[in-house]
């Protein structure tokens, strides 16, 4: 069965304070993997998409890698306005996308 | 250029009232979803539209029913509420199916009592 899970839950970091989200996949045949940031009371904000594995991309304070298990986003010295949920999603190629749980992300100022 | 707009924002029914929720987008894409949004449970698909006049069912369709209305709007609705369809639900657009990005909406919140 497919699937997609991400950690941790929760996570609460310093200002500054560099950390990474994990979102692990069993998915047969990927053909994608995005990551989307939802703030509190809004629909999900598309910000990447990993098309294969070893593949990075970059978006301010941001960075998004693919292994052919898992998928990293990396952020580099948070500052509050980066508190949000971070979800991931996978696509399989049967027309759905996978979405994982989420990763809520705290940056305390 | 306003994206994706739903209403109603909130919404709260009685089992076995019935409502249709609007989803509107306007870049032109041709793909349209329906979502919904649970505590520890993630996005679920309910229902999605490849092109005007197809729709499709996702992964958890039963109790729902939706219409693509024209290339610009997808609605859902539920025929009888139950209090199980208590639930945050998006409407999503893409360019086409496939491996494109969502641009979703902002969200209504159902409660059903």
């Known amino acids: 069965e497919d699937q997609v899970t991400q950690s941790p839950e929760a996570l609460r970091l310093q200002e500054g304070e560099s950390s990474s989200l994990n979102c692990s996949y069993t998915v047969s045949g990927l053909r994608g993997l995005f990551w989307y940031r939802q703030d509190p009371g809004k629909g999900p904000e598309f910000l990447f998409t990993l098309y294969s594995a070893g593949e990075e991309k970059e978006k301010e304070r941001l960075k998004a890698t693919l292994t052919k298990k898992e998928s990293f986003l990396h952020i580099t010295a948070p500052k509050p306005e980066d508190s949000a949920t971070y979800l991931c999603?996978?696509?399989?190629?049967?027309?759905?996308?996978?979405f994982g749980t989420g990763t809520r992300l705290k940056v305390l100022a | 250029n306003a994206g994706v707009t739903q209403t109603p924002k909130f919404q709260v029914l009685k089992t076995g009232q019935s409502m249709t929720l609007q989803c509107a987008q306007d870049m032109n894409h041709n793909s349209m979803y329906w979502y919904r949004q649970d505590p520890g449970m993630g996005l679920r698909l309910i229902y999605y539209s490849a092109s005007e006049g197809t729709t499709d069912k996702g992964e958890v369709p039963n109790g729902y029913n939706v219409s693509r209305l024209n290339k610009r709007e997808f609605s859902l609705r539920l025929e009888s509420a139950a209090p199980s369809q208590t639930s945050v639900y998006f409407c999503a657009s893409s360019v086409r199916t496939g491996v494109y990005e969502q641009y979703f909406g902002p969200g209504t919140r159902l409660t059903v009592t």
């Open positions: 999603a996978a696509f399989s190629g049967t027309y759905k996308y996978i």
